[in-house]
């Protein structure tokens, strides 16, 4: 089992920037593949992006593909979500996500994945 927790959030204008953070508990950190999901409210929670278990392979979503990026550490169990050009649809709570897989890839089915963390709050002020 892992737990995970997100940091970073926060208010920022538009064309602005933020880093999101996700430290996971374990030893087994480097089993999962992990992603980023976020939600607004009155909204299905919705894919960003997602990351192998090595990190070699990344996937995101249309909408921030070019403006996202995800990477993770995994001698710290940390995922990031680097956002540049923010807008205000990036408004949102975002979560992370772990998905414990055999092989080194990532999905985008939200159903996949076995553990969230609580969110973090995103704001893009215009």
């Known amino acids: 089992q892992v737990q995970l927790v997100e940091s970073g959030g926060g208010l920022v204008q538009a064309g602005g920037s933020l880093r999101l953070s996700c430290a996971a508990s374990?030893?087994?950190?480097?089993?999962?593949?992990m992603g980023w999901f976020r939600q607004t409210p009155g909204k299905e929670r919705e894919f960003v992006a997602a990351i192998s278990r090595s990190g070699g392979s990344t996937y995101y979503a249309d909408s921030v593909k070019g403006r996202f990026s995800i990477s993770r550490d995994n001698t710290k169990n940390t995922v990031y979500l680097q956002m540049n050009s923010l807008t205000p649809e990036d408004t949102a709570v975002y979560y992370c996500?772990?998905?414990?897989?055999?092989?080194?890839?990532?999905?985008?089915?939200?159903?996949?994945?076995?553990?969230w963390g609580q969110g973090t709050q995103v704001t893009v002020s215009s």
């Open positions: 374990g030893r087994t950190f480097s089993t999962y593949a």
């Open positions: 996500a772990a998905d414990r897989r055999v092989d080194d890839s990532a999905t985008r089915y939200l159903a996949w994945y076995n553990y």
